[in-house]
């Protein structure tokens, strides 16, 4: 019985693998964003990058499932307390809301393409045309 739950312990302490990876424009050079900045990004308020370039964010539409994923599981919020956010922030006049885009290849080609992007795909779909920057936990 000790073992088993040595073992259950021991899992509940491994790091947590997101399915998800954060993407950003290859001459990019933040390599590792804590979980509050991710969420200050992805929220429309942070919007510079550290050496002051300004940040692109791209996102999936409100009912694709990478984003609903993405934000469930990276942000920990709900995809519609998200859209509120950017909704607010719009009709204030105080932001803007992000490049929504329509596919994963269409995702990978802007941020590819758009100097300060960031965006987010699965693992299993990343190239050598995007970088990969750290994910927080």
Known sequence: MNKYCLLIFCLLLAPISHAQVL????????TDLSLNTVRS??????????????????VLEDNDNLHSDFCKEILKVFPYQLRRLWDKQIFSGTGVAPTTVKSIEEMRE????????????????????????????
């Not at 993407?23 to 933040?30: F, G, H, L, S, T």
């Not at 990004?41 to 791209?58: K, N």
């Open 41 to 58: 990004i992805f929220a429309m308020r942070t919007h510079q990058w550290s050496d002051g370039s300004p940040i692109h964010v791209f």
């Open 110 to 137: 802007r941020v590819a393409n758009t100097k300060g992007a960031i965006g987010y795909i699965r693992k299993e779909q990343l190239t050598d045309t995007i970088k990969q920057i750290g994910m927080p936990l």
């Open 23 to 30: 993407i950003v424009n290859p001459d990019n050079i933040d």
